[in-house]
Nanobody
Framework: QVQLVESGGGLVQAGGSLRLSCTAS????????MGWFRQAPGKEREFVAY????????RYADSVKGRFTISRDNAKNTVYLQMNSLKPEDTAVYSC???????????????WGQGTQVTVSS
């Protein structure tokens, strides 16, 4: 069982930056590929970013490419999402997820965090 806890959300003006963190319980964090997802009010959850177990492979949604960066520190059981040049349309609840599969961002995820709210004002 893996528990994921996100932090770092908040209110920021358009053009600003935030860094989200997702910390996992347990000693097997490096076995999991990780993803970030977001869900805006009235919309379906959407993929944001993915990072492989070692951190050597990353993938991004087109809407965030060039603005967001996913990274991980396996020694700290933590995955990060650095968000720059934020836009009002980035407003959503951001959740991290973990998967034992190393087949890429579209694989089903095994564990999910509760999410952290990001609000970008115009």
């Amino acid at each position: 069982q893996v528990q994921l806890v996100e932090s770092g959300g908040g209110l920021v003006q358009a053009g600003g930056s935030l860094r989200l963190s997702c910390t996992a319980s347990g000693r097997t964090f490096s076995r999991y590929a990780m993803g970030w997802f977001r869900q805006a009010p009235g919309k379906e959850r959407e993929f944001v970013a993915y990072i492989s177990r070692s951190g050597g492979v990353t993938r991004y949604a087109d809407s965030v490419k060039g603005r967001f960066t996913i990274s991980r520190d396996n020694a700290k059981n933590t995955v990060y999402l650095q968000m720059n040049s934020l836009k009002p349309e980035d407003t959503a609840v951001y959740s991290c997820a973990a998967t034992l599969s190393n087949l890429g961002p579209t694989t089903p995820y095994d564990y999910w965090g509760q999410g952290t709210q990001v609000t970008v004002s115009s």
